[in-house]
Protein backbone atom coordinates (compact mmCIF):
# COMPACT_ATOMS: atom_id res chain seq x y z
CA UNK A 1 0.00 0.00 0.00
CA UNK A 2 1.48 3.44 -1.00
CA UNK A 3 0.18 4.97 2.31
CA UNK A 4 0.35 4.08 6.27
CA UNK A 5 -1.59 1.23 7.35
CA UNK A 6 -3.83 3.01 9.77
CA UNK A 7 -4.90 1.02 12.43
CA UNK A 8 -6.84 1.07 15.83
CA UNK A 9 -6.10 -0.59 18.74
CA UNK A 10 -9.11 -0.33 21.04
CA UNK A 11 -9.41 -1.38 24.73
CA UNK A 12 -11.60 1.26 25.80
CA UNK A 13 -8.58 2.70 28.04
CA UNK A 14 -5.72 4.41 27.69
CA UNK A 15 -2.57 2.75 28.63
CA UNK A 16 -4.03 -0.50 28.39
CA UNK A 17 -2.62 -4.10 29.26
CA UNK A 18 1.06 -4.92 28.97
CA UNK A 19 0.37 -6.90 25.72
CA UNK A 20 -1.57 -3.87 24.26
CA UNK A 21 1.17 -1.23 24.68
CA UNK A 22 3.64 -3.74 23.20
CA UNK A 23 1.69 -4.64 20.14
CA UNK A 24 1.20 -0.78 20.20
CA UNK A 25 4.78 0.30 19.83
CA UNK A 26 5.48 -2.57 17.73
CA UNK A 27 3.16 -1.73 14.81
CA UNK A 28 4.16 1.93 15.39
CA UNK A 29 7.65 0.98 14.71
CA UNK A 30 6.57 -0.94 11.34
CA UNK A 31 5.05 2.22 9.94
CA UNK A 32 1.45 2.24 10.85
CA UNK A 33 -0.64 5.05 12.13
CA UNK A 34 -2.03 3.45 15.27
CA UNK A 35 -5.09 4.94 16.56
CA UNK A 36 -6.21 5.11 20.17
CA UNK A 37 -9.47 6.05 21.46
CA UNK A 38 -11.65 6.07 24.58
CA UNK A 39 -10.50 6.82 28.10
CA UNK A 40 -7.41 8.49 29.47
CA UNK A 41 -6.43 7.07 32.40
CA UNK A 42 -3.26 8.67 32.47
CA UNK A 43 -1.09 10.79 30.74
CA UNK A 44 0.79 8.73 28.09
CA UNK A 45 3.48 9.26 26.01
CA UNK A 46 4.54 6.91 23.13
CA UNK A 47 8.17 6.36 21.60
CA UNK A 48 7.33 6.92 17.87
CA UNK A 49 5.59 9.67 16.07
CA UNK A 50 2.90 7.18 14.77
CA UNK A 51 0.79 6.63 17.64
CA UNK A 52 -2.07 8.99 17.69
CA UNK A 53 -3.89 9.54 21.04
CA UNK A 54 -7.40 10.68 20.69
CA UNK A 55 -9.13 10.07 24.20
CA UNK A 56 -10.94 12.02 26.76
CA UNK A 57 -10.87 11.98 30.55
CA UNK A 58 -13.60 10.38 32.60
CA UNK A 59 -15.58 13.29 33.17
CA UNK A 60 -18.63 14.98 32.20
CA UNK A 61 -16.60 18.83 31.04
CA UNK A 62 -13.72 16.74 28.76
CA UNK A 63 -16.70 14.26 27.37
CA UNK A 64 -19.14 17.55 26.51
CA UNK A 65 -15.40 19.08 24.24
CA UNK A 66 -14.85 15.81 23.00
CA UNK A 67 -18.16 15.26 22.04
CA UNK A 68 -18.54 18.63 20.61
CA UNK A 69 -15.23 18.80 18.77
CA UNK A 70 -15.99 15.71 16.33
CA UNK A 71 -19.65 16.86 16.62
CA UNK A 72 -18.89 20.18 14.55
CA UNK A 73 -16.39 18.01 12.24
CA UNK A 74 -18.89 15.52 11.17
CA UNK A 75 -21.35 18.23 10.63
CA UNK A 76 -19.26 20.34 8.63
CA UNK A 77 -16.94 18.13 6.63
CA UNK A 78 -19.33 14.41 6.57
CA UNK A 79 -23.01 15.46 7.41
CA UNK A 80 -24.54 12.43 5.49
CA UNK A 81 -21.77 10.00 7.34
CA UNK A 82 -22.95 11.61 10.46
CA UNK A 83 -26.48 11.42 9.90
CA UNK A 84 -25.91 7.24 9.00
CA UNK A 85 -23.98 6.57 12.21
CA UNK A 86 -26.84 8.55 14.59
CA UNK A 87 -29.40 6.63 12.51
CA UNK A 88 -27.48 3.03 13.29
CA UNK A 89 -26.92 4.07 17.04
CA UNK A 90 -31.25 5.54 17.49
CA UNK A 91 -31.54 2.20 15.89
CA UNK A 92 -29.49 0.03 18.61
CA UNK A 93 -30.99 2.36 21.38
CA UNK A 94 -27.64 3.98 21.44
CA UNK A 95 -27.45 7.58 20.73
CA UNK A 96 -26.77 8.85 24.11
CA UNK A 97 -24.07 11.12 25.16
CA UNK A 98 -21.47 8.52 26.09
CA UNK A 99 -22.42 6.46 22.81
CA UNK A 100 -21.48 9.05 20.77
CA UNK A 101 -18.59 10.37 22.81
CA UNK A 102 -16.86 7.14 22.14
CA UNK A 103 -18.14 6.62 18.55
CA UNK A 104 -17.88 10.08 16.77
CA UNK A 105 -13.85 10.45 16.74
CA UNK A 106 -13.83 6.75 14.76
CA UNK A 107 -16.46 7.36 12.53
CA UNK A 108 -13.94 10.80 11.78
CA UNK A 109 -10.55 9.15 11.30
CA UNK A 110 -12.39 5.82 9.69
CA UNK A 111 -9.37 3.54 10.11
CA UNK A 112 -8.91 0.88 7.99
CA UNK A 113 -8.68 -1.75 10.82
CA UNK A 114 -10.55 -1.54 14.11
CA UNK A 115 -9.18 -3.94 16.52
CA UNK A 116 -11.22 -4.48 19.22
CA UNK A 117 -9.39 -5.79 22.31
CA UNK A 118 -12.28 -7.36 24.18
CA UNK A 119 -15.29 -9.61 22.79
CA UNK A 120 -17.69 -8.48 25.48
CA UNK A 121 -17.32 -5.29 23.81
CA UNK A 122 -18.26 -6.45 20.40
CA UNK A 123 -21.71 -5.68 19.64
CA UNK A 124 -20.71 -1.21 20.33
CA UNK A 125 -18.43 -1.50 17.10
CA UNK A 126 -20.23 -3.76 14.35
CA UNK A 127 -21.05 -0.50 12.67
CA UNK A 128 -17.78 0.24 11.41
CA UNK A 129 -17.97 -1.87 8.79
CA UNK A 130 -20.96 0.19 7.19
CA UNK A 131 -18.09 2.47 6.57
CA UNK A 132 -15.87 0.29 4.88
CA UNK A 133 -13.33 -0.31 8.02
CA UNK A 134 -12.46 -4.02 8.65
CA UNK A 135 -13.42 -5.57 12.03
CA UNK A 136 -10.75 -7.89 13.94
CA UNK A 137 -11.68 -9.44 17.26
CA UNK A 138 -9.05 -10.89 19.65
CA UNK A 139 -9.69 -13.85 21.72
CA UNK A 140 -8.34 -13.86 24.89
CA UNK A 141 -8.80 -15.48 27.97
CA UNK A 142 -12.22 -14.80 30.51
CA UNK A 143 -14.25 -13.22 27.65
CA UNK A 144 -14.56 -16.71 25.56
CA UNK A 145 -13.15 -19.47 28.22
CA UNK A 146 -15.90 -18.70 31.27
CA UNK A 147 -18.00 -15.46 30.72
CA UNK A 148 -20.42 -16.69 27.80
CA UNK A 149 -20.42 -20.23 29.74
CA UNK A 150 -22.10 -17.89 32.73
CA UNK A 151 -24.09 -15.78 30.99
CA UNK A 152 -26.56 -17.12 28.73
CA UNK A 153 -27.02 -13.39 26.87
CA UNK A 154 -23.64 -12.54 25.97
CA UNK A 155 -23.21 -16.29 24.51
CA UNK A 156 -26.11 -15.30 22.20
CA UNK A 157 -24.48 -11.96 21.35
CA UNK A 158 -21.42 -13.87 20.47
CA UNK A 159 -23.24 -16.34 18.22
CA UNK A 160 -25.12 -13.57 16.62
CA UNK A 161 -21.68 -11.22 15.78
CA UNK A 162 -19.06 -13.16 15.73
CA UNK A 163 -20.13 -14.48 12.11
CA UNK A 164 -20.21 -10.59 11.23
CA UNK A 165 -16.13 -9.78 12.43
CA UNK A 166 -13.79 -9.75 9.36
CA UNK A 167 -10.59 -11.77 11.27
CA UNK A 168 -9.88 -13.10 14.85
CA UNK A 169 -6.75 -12.86 16.84
CA UNK A 170 -6.70 -15.58 19.11
CA UNK A 171 -3.58 -16.03 21.81
CA UNK A 172 -3.99 -19.45 21.63
CA UNK A 173 -5.27 -22.62 19.72
CA UNK A 174 -7.01 -23.88 22.69
CA UNK A 175 -9.33 -20.32 22.89
CA UNK A 176 -9.28 -20.54 18.90
CA UNK A 177 -11.17 -24.22 19.62
CA UNK A 178 -13.06 -22.53 22.81
CA UNK A 179 -14.46 -19.34 19.74
CA UNK A 180 -15.77 -21.83 17.33
CA UNK A 181 -18.00 -22.87 19.84
CA UNK A 182 -19.82 -19.18 19.41
CA UNK A 183 -19.72 -18.96 15.49
CA UNK A 184 -16.25 -17.92 15.26
CA UNK A 185 -15.42 -19.09 11.67
CA UNK A 186 -11.91 -21.21 11.82
CA UNK A 187 -10.71 -19.52 8.14
CA UNK A 188 -10.67 -16.32 9.82
CA UNK A 189 -9.00 -17.27 13.15
CA UNK A 190 -5.18 -16.82 13.37
CA UNK A 191 -3.14 -17.49 16.86
CA UNK A 192 -0.85 -15.03 17.30
CA UNK A 193 1.07 -15.56 20.77
CA UNK A 194 1.86 -12.94 23.00
CA UNK A 195 5.62 -11.57 22.38
CA UNK A 196 8.08 -10.39 24.93
CA UNK A 197 11.03 -7.82 24.58
CA UNK A 198 14.02 -9.75 25.67
CA UNK A 199 16.51 -6.98 25.63
CA UNK A 200 14.20 -5.36 28.75
CA UNK A 201 13.65 -9.02 30.38
CA UNK A 202 16.65 -9.44 33.28
CA UNK A 203 15.84 -9.20 36.87
CA UNK A 204 17.65 -9.59 40.10
CA UNK A 205 18.84 -13.35 41.16
CA UNK A 206 18.61 -14.20 45.23
CA UNK A 207 21.82 -15.39 46.59
CA UNK A 208 21.18 -18.31 48.63
CA UNK A 209 23.76 -19.69 51.59
CA UNK A 210 24.09 -23.30 51.98
CA UNK A 211 22.10 -23.39 55.07
CA UNK A 212 19.47 -21.71 53.39
CA UNK A 213 16.61 -24.41 52.22
CA UNK A 214 13.33 -22.58 51.84
CA UNK A 215 11.98 -23.32 48.59
CA UNK A 216 10.14 -19.98 47.13
CA UNK A 217 7.08 -20.02 45.42
CA UNK A 218 5.39 -17.17 43.14
CA UNK A 219 2.09 -17.05 41.62
CA UNK A 220 0.98 -13.74 39.82
CA UNK A 221 -2.62 -12.41 39.18
CA UNK A 222 -6.03 -11.23 40.48
CA UNK A 223 -7.63 -13.26 43.26
CA UNK A 224 -10.45 -14.58 41.06
CA UNK A 225 -11.77 -18.06 41.11
CA UNK A 226 -10.54 -19.15 38.06
CA UNK A 227 -6.81 -18.97 38.87
CA UNK A 228 -7.14 -21.98 40.69
CA UNK A 229 -5.63 -20.41 43.97
CA UNK A 230 -7.85 -22.57 46.66
CA UNK A 231 -6.16 -25.68 45.25
CA UNK A 232 -2.46 -24.37 45.07
CA UNK A 233 -3.04 -23.52 48.89
CA UNK A 234 -4.21 -27.29 49.44
CA UNK A 235 -1.28 -28.07 48.01
CA UNK A 236 1.02 -26.12 50.44
CA UNK A 237 -1.43 -27.83 53.62
CA UNK A 238 0.28 -30.83 52.02
CA UNK A 239 3.60 -29.38 51.72
CA UNK A 240 3.40 -28.36 55.44
CA UNK A 241 2.30 -31.68 56.96
CA UNK A 242 5.74 -33.20 54.64
CA UNK A 243 7.48 -31.13 56.47
CA UNK A 244 8.76 -28.85 53.39
CA UNK A 245 10.26 -26.11 53.96
CA UNK A 246 8.65 -23.29 51.69
CA UNK A 247 7.47 -19.54 51.72
CA UNK A 248 4.42 -19.10 49.20
CA UNK A 249 3.75 -15.32 47.87
CA UNK A 250 0.63 -14.61 45.82
CA UNK A 251 1.18 -11.14 43.90
CA UNK A 252 -2.19 -9.73 43.38
CA UNK A 253 -3.98 -11.69 46.46
CA UNK A 254 -3.95 -8.91 49.02
CA UNK A 255 -7.36 -7.88 50.86
CA UNK A 256 -8.83 -11.05 49.60
CA UNK A 257 -10.99 -12.36 52.20
CA UNK A 258 -11.79 -15.89 51.13
CA UNK A 259 -7.82 -16.06 50.17
CA UNK A 260 -6.70 -15.09 53.59
CA UNK A 261 -9.99 -17.38 55.33
CA UNK A 262 -8.37 -20.37 53.98
CA UNK A 263 -4.76 -19.65 54.43
CA UNK A 264 -5.98 -18.84 58.29
CA UNK A 265 -7.91 -22.55 58.66
CA UNK A 266 -4.69 -24.27 57.09
CA UNK A 267 -2.83 -22.81 59.59
CA UNK A 268 -0.35 -21.61 57.22
CA UNK A 269 -0.42 -18.30 58.06
CA UNK A 270 3.57 -17.96 58.59
CA UNK A 271 4.24 -19.66 54.99
CA UNK A 272 1.80 -18.08 52.81
CA UNK A 273 2.26 -13.70 51.97
CA UNK A 274 -0.57 -12.23 49.86
CA UNK A 275 0.50 -8.90 48.38
CA UNK A 276 -0.48 -6.05 46.31
CA UNK A 277 -0.57 -5.55 42.76
CA UNK A 278 2.92 -4.74 41.56
CA UNK A 279 4.67 -3.03 38.23
CA UNK A 280 5.90 -4.96 35.54
CA UNK A 281 9.38 -3.99 36.75
CA UNK A 282 8.48 -5.22 39.57
CA UNK A 283 6.93 -8.58 38.42
CA UNK A 284 9.90 -9.04 36.96
CA UNK A 285 12.15 -8.70 39.72
CA UNK A 286 10.13 -10.74 41.88
CA UNK A 287 10.07 -13.97 39.71
CA UNK A 288 13.80 -13.48 39.35
CA UNK A 289 14.13 -13.84 43.15
CA UNK A 290 11.43 -17.16 43.28
CA UNK A 291 12.83 -20.47 42.60
CA UNK A 292 9.60 -21.41 41.23
CA UNK A 293 6.74 -19.72 39.47
CA UNK A 294 3.45 -21.57 39.93
CA UNK A 295 0.03 -21.18 37.81
CA UNK A 296 -2.86 -23.32 38.92
CA UNK A 297 -5.37 -21.48 36.97
CA UNK A 298 -8.26 -23.66 35.88
CA UNK A 299 -8.20 -21.86 32.59
CA UNK A 300 -6.23 -19.59 30.58
CA UNK A 301 -5.56 -18.54 27.00
CA UNK A 302 -1.67 -18.33 27.74
CA UNK A 303 -0.61 -16.87 30.84
CA UNK A 304 1.78 -14.08 29.84
CA UNK A 305 3.61 -14.33 33.21
CA UNK A 306 4.25 -17.66 32.50
CA UNK A 307 6.24 -15.93 29.31
CA UNK A 308 7.72 -14.05 31.53
CA UNK A 309 9.48 -16.23 33.91
CA UNK A 310 10.15 -18.85 30.79
CA UNK A 311 12.44 -15.64 29.32
CA UNK A 312 14.07 -15.00 32.61
CA UNK A 313 15.69 -18.48 33.17
CA UNK A 314 13.37 -19.57 35.77
CA UNK A 315 11.39 -22.84 36.52
CA UNK A 316 7.48 -23.07 36.04
CA UNK A 317 4.84 -25.58 37.08
CA UNK A 318 1.77 -24.64 35.20
CA UNK A 319 -1.65 -26.97 35.12
CA UNK A 320 -2.41 -28.17 32.02
CA UNK A 321 -5.46 -25.98 31.71
CA UNK A 322 -6.11 -24.20 28.29
CA UNK A 323 -3.34 -23.24 26.23
CA UNK A 324 -0.73 -24.07 28.45
CA UNK A 325 0.37 -27.23 26.90
CA UNK A 326 0.88 -25.71 23.47
CA UNK A 327 4.04 -23.75 24.93
CA UNK A 328 5.01 -26.18 27.90
CA UNK A 329 6.01 -29.88 27.30
CA UNK A 330 6.15 -31.50 30.67
CA UNK A 331 9.66 -32.20 31.94
CA UNK A 332 11.39 -30.18 29.36
CA UNK A 333 11.38 -26.89 29.36
CA UNK A 334 8.74 -26.79 32.67
CA UNK A 335 6.21 -28.68 34.18
CA UNK A 336 2.35 -29.48 34.25
CA UNK A 337 0.08 -30.74 36.37
CA UNK A 338 -3.95 -31.91 36.44
CA UNK A 339 -5.82 -28.94 36.90
CA UNK A 340 -7.84 -29.83 41.02
CA UNK A 341 -5.40 -31.84 41.89
CA UNK A 342 -3.72 -30.52 44.90
CA UNK A 343 -1.85 -33.80 46.09
CA UNK A 344 0.13 -33.97 42.42
CA UNK A 345 0.89 -30.04 42.44
CA UNK A 346 2.37 -31.14 45.93
CA UNK A 347 4.46 -33.93 44.67
CA UNK A 348 5.44 -31.91 41.49
CA UNK A 349 7.02 -29.28 43.81
CA UNK A 350 8.75 -31.07 46.04
CA UNK A 351 9.99 -33.43 42.75
CA UNK A 352 11.40 -29.87 41.10
CA UNK A 353 13.01 -29.06 44.62
CA UNK A 354 15.11 -32.27 44.63
CA UNK A 355 16.43 -31.17 41.21
CA UNK A 356 20.27 -30.73 40.93
CA UNK A 357 21.73 -27.29 39.67
CA UNK A 358 22.35 -29.15 36.32
CA UNK A 359 19.04 -30.48 35.56
CA UNK A 360 17.65 -27.08 36.56
CA UNK A 361 19.90 -25.55 34.01
CA UNK A 362 18.77 -27.65 31.43
CA UNK A 363 14.94 -27.00 31.60
CA UNK A 364 15.84 -23.52 32.12
CA UNK A 365 17.93 -23.18 28.66
CA UNK A 366 14.86 -25.28 27.10
CA UNK A 367 12.31 -22.39 27.61
CA UNK A 368 14.46 -19.61 26.91
CA UNK A 369 14.66 -21.28 23.51
CA UNK A 370 10.71 -22.01 23.51
CA UNK A 371 10.67 -18.37 24.14
CA UNK A 372 13.12 -17.15 21.34
CA UNK A 373 11.80 -19.22 18.65
CA UNK A 374 7.86 -18.31 18.42
CA UNK A 375 7.42 -16.13 21.95
CA UNK A 376 9.20 -12.56 21.01
CA UNK A 377 7.91 -9.37 20.22
CA UNK A 378 9.06 -9.45 16.50
CA UNK A 379 6.97 -12.61 16.29
CA UNK A 380 3.73 -11.25 17.27
CA UNK A 381 4.25 -8.34 15.64
CA UNK A 382 4.98 -9.98 12.44
CA UNK A 383 1.72 -12.38 12.88
CA UNK A 384 -1.03 -9.29 13.52
CA UNK A 385 0.65 -7.63 10.29
CA UNK A 386 0.20 -10.90 8.11
CA UNK A 387 -3.42 -10.86 10.00
CA UNK A 388 -4.30 -7.07 9.11
CA UNK A 389 -3.08 -7.68 5.51
CA UNK A 390 -4.73 -10.75 4.50
CA UNK A 391 -8.07 -8.93 5.85
CA UNK A 392 -6.91 -5.78 3.82
CA UNK A 393 -6.84 -8.57 0.76
Keep these: MNRKLKIAIYSGEIPSTTFIERLIEGLSTRG ?7 ILKKKVKYKTKGVIVKGYRQNRISKAFHLLYYTV ?3 VFRIEEKRQLDSILKAEGRLSMYDRVKCYP ?4 KPDIFHIQWAKGLSEWVWVKEFGTKLVLSLRGAHINYSPVADQNLADMYNTYFPKVDAFHAVSKAIATEAGK ?5 EKIKVVYSGLDLNT ?12 KTFNLISIGRPHWIKGYVYALDACKLLKDNDFDFK ?4 GGKNDIELAYQIHDLGLDDDIELCENISFSEVIDVIGKSDLLLL ?21 LSTNCGGMPEIIKDGQNGFLVPIRKPKAMAEKIIEISNLTETQKSTITNEALKTIQSGHTTEHMINGMLQ ?3 KVLK
Excluded: R
Excluded at 106 to 109: D, E, G, P, S
Excluded at 306 to 313: I, W
Design 387 to 389: LYQ
Design 182 to 186: YNASH
Design 296 to 316: PSLEEGLANVVLEAMALHKLV
Design 32 to 38: CDILLFG
Design 106 to 109: VLWY
Design 73 to 75: LLT
Design 201 to 212: MSSSEPVKSKKE
Design 248 to 251: YTIV
